[in-house]
C-alpha cells in the first residue's frame, strides 16, 4: 500500500503542478544532454577490462616510457602507374622530413628508406654473428688447415703470404665441408652479405615499394597511444597540414598520400561507432514513435510519451557522464537499450489510461487508476532489469561495470519519468486541444476466441513449455564447450572504419614485407633486455611449438651487437688464417668466395650507437632518450594470433619471463585481447548466475509469498533457458559483448512477468486481463526488439550478435509471460494469485469513488465484482449464456 499511496501523490502532484514538473523536467533534460555530451568514447580493447591487470599496467607503463605504440602508415601512390613512381620516390624524403619536423610530442621517429639499414647489416654482420658461431668457425678453420698441412708437407707454412703454392697443390684444399664452415666458404650456398642482400631486395632502391610498383609507404611511429581519440585527431591533422604544404607538388607529379595504420583505424572505426550510435537512436526513436502512433490511434499519447523518453534518457547519460567520465564500445549503444527498455512503462501506463478514456472516464480519474494498476508491475519490471544490469557492476571488467551502472541507473530513471510526467504532458496537451471522447470499442472477437482456445487446455501448455524447456537446456550443455569464441577475426569491424581505410591499409601492409604484430617488453636495464630475449629463447626451446608463433625477439643488440671485442679478435684471427697461400690451394669459386669473406673480416672494426642509423635505433629509444631498455617480439606473419589458442599461447610466451629473480611480461593489444577474454570467461559465468540470483530474490521479496515467487520465476526461467537454447542452436558464440544480453533477458523476463501478473493479480480473471494487457505487452516487446534490430545491422559484428541475443531472449521471455504464466496460473487455487478485494480492479467499473473528476490517493477502496471461475473465463460463460 506503501507503493499505491507514493504513485497516488505522485500523479496528483504532476496533475496540480504540471506547468513546474514539466519545466523541472525539461530543465533536467538539458543539463543531463548537456553532460552527456561531453562523454568521450574510448574504442580500445584496454577500456574493458580493470586497471590493475598486468596486461592494463603494461601498457600504461609503454605509454609513459615510450610514448604509445600508435602507428601511421603513409601510402604515396602513383595515378598514373609504375612509370610515375619515381616521383614518389624524389618526395618520400622530403615528406619524411616534414613528419620528422613535427617535433617528439607528435612523431618518434619515420621510416622511409631500407638502405641505410641494409648497408648497416651487410657492412657489419661478422659482428652480428654469434661468438659460438665465429669460435666454431675459426676452430674448424685450424683443423682443416692442420689436417692438409700433415698431409701435404709437415714443414709447409700456409700461413706465409709470400711462397707461392707448388704445381699440383692449387685446388687441393677443401674448406666448404666442414658443418661450421659451410656457411661462410660454401660457394653453393649464399654468402652471409648476400643473405642480407637478399632479405632487402623486396626494397627497390631502399623504398617501401608495393609488389606492383604503384605505390610505396612511410611508417611513421607516433607519440601517443592508440587510446585517447583527442592525442590522434591534433596528430593526424598536424600530418595533413604537412601534406598540404607539398600539394602543389603532389599534383605536379600525380600523387595522392593517403594514411592507414593504427591511428587512421581507430578515428575512422570512432567515426562508424558514433554515427552508428546517433543513426540507430535515432532510427529507435523514430520507429517506436511511429509504431506507437498505430498503436494508439492519437498523436498526443505518442508526443507525450516521447517527451517523456527523452529527458530521462538525457539525464541517465548525464549521470554517466558524472560517474564514469566516458564510454566504451559496450556502453556506446545503450541510448538505444535505455530507450527501447525504458519506453515499456510508458506504454503500459498510456496502455490502461487509454482504456479509461475511450470509457469516458476524465483525464485525472484515468491517470490516478492508470497509476494504480500499472505500478506494483512495472516498478517490479524496473526494478528487476535495474538489479540485472546492476549486477554487473560487481565484476571487475570495466565494460561490464559501466555497462551495468548506465543500464540500472536509465530503468529507474525512465519509470520515475513516467509516473512524474506523462500526467503533467496529458494535462498540457489536453489543454491545448481538448480531446474528443470516442466510443469504447470492443475487444476484437477473434482475439478473444484465440486466447480463449490457447488456454483451454493449460495443462497441455505447460506440458509443451517443459519439453521445450529441457529440449532447450539439453542443447544449450551440449554446445557449452564451443560456447566462447575461438576467432576474432569474427569481431573485427567489417568496415574497420571505412572501405577507403582498408585499402589504404591492405596496400601499406603489402609494401612492408615483414610482420608489425607483437609485443614489447620494457626492461630496468639494456642488459635486463638481452636477458629477456634470452630467456624466451629457451622457452621456444623448450616449447618448441612457439617457433609457429614467435618469429623473434628484438633488442638494441640486434643493432649495435653484444661482446664486440671478443668477436674482433675472432674475425681477425680468422681473417688472419685466409692467406694467400690458402686462397691459391681452394679451388676457384671457393677462392673467390673466401678472398670476399676474408675483405670483409679484416674491414670490420667495433661500433657503437653513434654510427647506427637512427631509424633502427628509434625502435629502442624512450621519451627521456634512454636507448636500449626495450625488448620487441615478434609475432610471425602466418601466426593467425586470431585463433584463441594461438593468442593465448603467444601471450602466456611474452609473460613472466624471469630476469634477474623477478619477472617480466611483454605489452601490446594481442596481450590485452588475452586478458580480455580470460576475463569474459571468469566474470561471465559468475555476474550471470548472480544477476539471475538477484532478480529471483527481488521478487520473492517484492511479493512476500513463497507460492507467487515461485509462479514468477518459473515462468521467466523458461524463457531464459529457451533463449539459451535457441542462440545455441543458431550457432551464436559467446564474446566479451553479447555476455551481457543474459543479464538484460532476466531483466525483460521479469518485466514482462511482472506486468502480465499484476494484471492477472486485479483483473481475477485470465482472458479479459490478457485481453487488457496482451497488445500492451506486444507494442513493447515490438519497441524493444527494434532497439535491439539497430545493432544487427552494425559494422561490428560483436554489436550484431548482442542484437541477435537480446532479440531471441526478448522472444522467448514474451512467449513465456503472455502463454505460460497464465497456463499455470489457470492451474493454481484463486487465492494464490487473486489480489485482495481492496485492490483488485472490475474491467466495466474501474474506479467507484464518491465522484468528481479527482481521486485522492491514499487508501481509496475500489469495488470489483466477483471474479469469474478460473476454468470459466467471460468467452466461454457468454457462450453458455446462449445456450
Known amino acids: 500500500m506503501r507503493l499505491l499511496r507514493f504513485v497516488g501523490w505522485l500523479t496528483e502532484l504532476s496533475l496540480r503542478r504540471w506547468r513546474s514538473l514539466l519545466v523541472l523536467g525539461a530543465l533536467l533534460g538539458l543539463a543531463g544532454a548537456w553532460l552527456g555530451s561531453r562523454l568521450e568514447l574510448r574504442t580500445s580493447f584496454e577500456e574493458l577490462l580493470p586497471e590493475d591487470v598486468p596486461s592494463v599496467r603494461s601498457a600504461r607503463e609503454l605509454a609513459r616510457r615510450v610514448g604509445g605504440d600508435g602507428?601511421?602508415?603513409v601510402l604515396v601512390e602513383a595515378e598514373g602507374g609504375p612509370q610515375e613512381l619515381p616521383g614518389a620516390e624524389e618526395l618520400a624524403p622530403r615528406l619524411a622530413a616534414a613528419f620528422a619536423a613535427l617535433g617528439p610530442d607528435v612523431v618518434r621517429s619515420v621510416e622511409w628508406n631500407q638502405d641505410p639499414v641494409k648497408r648497416w647489416y651487410a657492412d657489419h654482420w661478422p659482428l652480428f654473428l654469434p661468438a659460438e658461431d665465429l669460435r666454431g668457425a675459426r676452430d674448424a678453420l685450424v683443423k682443416v688447415l692442420g689436417e692438409q698441412k700433415a698431409r701435404l708437407n709437415p714443414t709447409l707454412t700456409l700461413l706465409d703470404e709470400g711462397a707461392p703454392a707448388a704445381d699440383g697443390e692449387?685446388?687441393?684444399?677443401?674448406?666448404?665441408?666442414?658443418?661450421?664452415?659451410?656457411?661462410?666458404?660454401?660457394?653453393?650456398?649464399?654468402?652471409?652479405?648476400?643473405?642480407?642482400?637478399?632479405?632487402?631486395?623486396?626494397?627497390?632502391?631502399g623504398f617501401l615499394v608495393h609488389p606492383d610498383r604503384r605505390s610505396l609507404t612511410l611508417v611513421v611511429r607516433t607519440a601517443g597511444t592508440s587510446l585517447a581519440i583527442s592525442e590522434v585527431r591534433v596528430a593526424l591533422a598536424r600530418m595533413q597540414q604537412a601534406v598540404e604544404a607539398l600539394r602543389p607538388e603532389l599534383e605536379a607529379r600525380h600523387l595522392r598520400v593517403s594514411?592507414?595504420?593504427?591511428?587512421?583505424?581507430?578515428?575512422?572505426?570512432?567515426?562508424?561507432l558514433v554515427r552508428d550510435a546517433a543513426l540507430s537512436f535515432a532510427a529507435v526513436l523514430a520507429i517506436l514513435l511511429l509504431s506507437m502512433t498505430f498503436f494508439f490511434g492519437e498523436l498526443r499519447l505518442v508526443l507525450a510519451l516521447g517527451a517523456t523518453?527523452?529527458?530521462a534518457v538525457a539525464v541517465t547519460f548525464g549521470v554517466a557522464w558524472a560517474g564514469i567520465g566516458y564510454l566504451n564500445t559496450q556502453t556506446a549503444f545503450l541510448g538505444t537499450i535505455v530507450a527501447g527498455n525504458g519506453i515499456n512503462y510508458g506504454i503500459i501506463y498510456l496502455g490502461r489510461l487509454k482504456q479509461l478514456r475511450r470509457r469516458g472516464v476524465p483525464l485525472a480519474r484515468a491517470c490516478h487508476d492508470a497509476a494504480r494498476v500499472t505500478a506494483s508491475g512495472t516498478l517490479l519490471a524496473a526494478v528487476g532489469t535495474s538489479v540485472a544490469y546492476g549486477t554487473l557492476m560487481i565484476a571487475t571488467n570495466r565494460g561490464f561495470r559501466h555497462f551495468g551502472f548506465i543500464g540500472g541507473i536509465g530503468m529507474v530513471v525512465c519509470w520515475l519519468a513516467t509516473f512524474a510526467l506523462l500526467p503533467a504532458l496529458l494535462v498540457l496537451l489536453d489543454r491545448l486541444r481538448p480531446r474528443r471522447v470516442r466510443p469504447r470499442p470492443p475487444p476484437p472477437r477473434r482475439a478473444v476466441a484465440a486466447l480463449d482456445r490457447l488456454?483451454?487446455?493449460?495443462?497441455?501448455?505447460?506440458?509443451?513449455?517443459?519439453?521445450?524447456?529441457?529440449?532447450?537446456?539439453?542443447?544449450?550443455?551440449?554446445r557449452l564447450p564451443v560456447a566462447l569464441e575461438q576467432n576474432l577475426d569474427n569481431l573485427r569491424n567489417d568496415e574497420t572504419g571505412s572501405a577507403e581505410v582498408r585499402r589504404v591499409q591492405a596496400r601499406a601492409q603489402g609494401s612492408l614485407g615483414r610482420s608489425i604484430a607483437g609485443a614489447v617488453?620494457?626492461?630496468?636495464?639494456?642488459?635486463?633486455?638481452?636477458?629477456?630475449?634470452?630467456?624466451?629463447?629457451?622457452?621456444?626451446?623448450?616449447q618448441p611449438r612457439l617457433r609457429a608463433l614467435v618469429e623473434g625477439c628484438e633488442t638494441l643488440a640486434s643493432v649495435v651487437p653484444l661482446r664486440q671485442a671478443e668477436k674482433l679478435e675472432l674475425v681477425r684471427d680468422l681473417g688472419a688464417r685466409l692467406t694467400d697461400r690458402v686462397l691459391e690451394r681452394l679451388p676457384a669459386a671457393q677462392a673467390a668466395r673466401a678472398r670476399e669473406l676474408r675483405d670483409d673480416l679484416r674491414a670490420q672494426r667495433a661500433i657503437s650507437e653513434a654510427d647506427a642509423p637512427p631509424a633502427l635505433l628509434d625502435a629502442f629509444r624512450e621519451r627521456d632518450g634512454t636507448v636500449g631498455r626495450i625488448a620487441f617480439v615478434r609475432a610471425r606473419g602466418e601466426a593467425r594470433l586470431e585463433l584463441v589458442p594461438n593468442l593465448r599461447r603467444f601471450a602466456a610466451a611474452v609473460r613472466g619471463v624471469p630476469v634477474g629473480g623477478a619477472r617480466y611480461d611483454a605489452a601490446g593489444v594481442d596481450v590485452v585481447a588475452a586478458d580480455l577474454l580470460d576475463d569474459v570467461e571468469r566474470q561471465g559465468a559468475r555476474t550471470t548466475a548472480l544477476s539471475y540470483a538477484c532478480v529471483c530474490a527481488l521478487v520473492f521479496a517484492f511479493y512476500r509469498s513463497l507460492r507467487q515467487g515461485a509462479l514468477l520465476v518459473a515462468s521467466f526461467t523458461s524463457g531464459a533457458i529457451l533463449m539459451l537454447g535457441f542462440t545455441a542452436a543458431a550457432g551464436l558464440r559467446i564474446n566479451f559483448f553479447n555476455i551481457a544480453a543474459y543479464p538484460i533477458t532476466f531483466g525483460i523476463a521479469v518485466?514482462?512477468?511482472?506486468?502480465?501478473?499484476?494484471?492477472?493479480?486485479?483483473?481475477?480473471?485470465?482472458?479479459?486481463?490478457?485481453?487488457?494487457?496482451?497488445?500492451?505487452?506486444?507494442?513493447?516487446?515490438?519497441?524493444?526488439?527494434?532497439s535491439y534490430a539497430t545493432l544487427v545491422v552494425s559494422f561490428s559484428p560483436a554489436l550484431r550478435s548482442f542484437g541477435w541475443y537480446a532479440m531471441i531472449g526478448e522472444l522467448a521471455t514474451l512467449a513465456a509471460a503472455v502463454v505460460l504464466l497464465p497456463a499455470i496460473v489457470q492451474l493454481l487455487p484463486a487465492r494464490v494469485w487473486h489480489a485482495p478485494e481492496g485492490e483488485a480492479a472490475d474491467e466495466d467499473e474501474p474506479l467507484r469513488a464518491g465522484g468528481g473528476d479527482r481521486v485522492g490517493p491514499p487508501g481509496l477502496r475500489l469495488t470489483a465484482s466477483a471474479p469469474p471461475s478460473r476454468a470459466c473465463p467471460p468467452a466461454r460463460a457468454a457462450r453458455r449464456r446462449r445456450s
Open 71 to 73: 602507428t601511421v602508415l
Open 309 to 311: 523518453l527523452l529527458p
Open 751 to 786: 518485466d514482462y512477468c511482472a506486468n502480465v501478473y499484476a494484471r492477472l493479480r486485479m483483473r481475477r480473471n485470465v482472458v479479459p486481463a490478457l485481453v487488457e494487457v496482451v497488445p500492451a505487452m506486444v507494442i513493447c516487446s515490438w519497441s524493444t526488439v527494434v
Open 521 to 542: 617488453a620494457l626492461l630496468p636495464s639494456r642488459e635486463g633486455a638481452d636477458a629477456y630475449c634470452a630467456a624466451l629463447e629457451e622457452r621456444q626451446r623448450a
Open 170 to 205: 692449387a685446388g687441393a684444399l677443401e674448406l666448404g665441408r666442414a658443418p661450421d664452415l659451410q656457411r661462410l666458404l660454401d660457394p653453393a650456398r649464399p654468402s652471409p652479405r648476400a643473405e642480407v642482400e637478399q632479405r632487402f631486395a623486396r626494397y627497390a632502391g
Open 259 to 272: 594514411f592507414g595504420g593504427s591511428y587512421p583505424i581507430l578515428l575512422a572505426e570512432y567515426g562508424a
Open 455 to 478: 488456454l483451454r487446455h493449460p495443462r497441455l501448455v505447460v506440458g509443451a513449455f517443459a519439453v521445450l524447456t529441457a529440449a532447450a537446456a539439453g542443447v544449450y550443455v551440449w
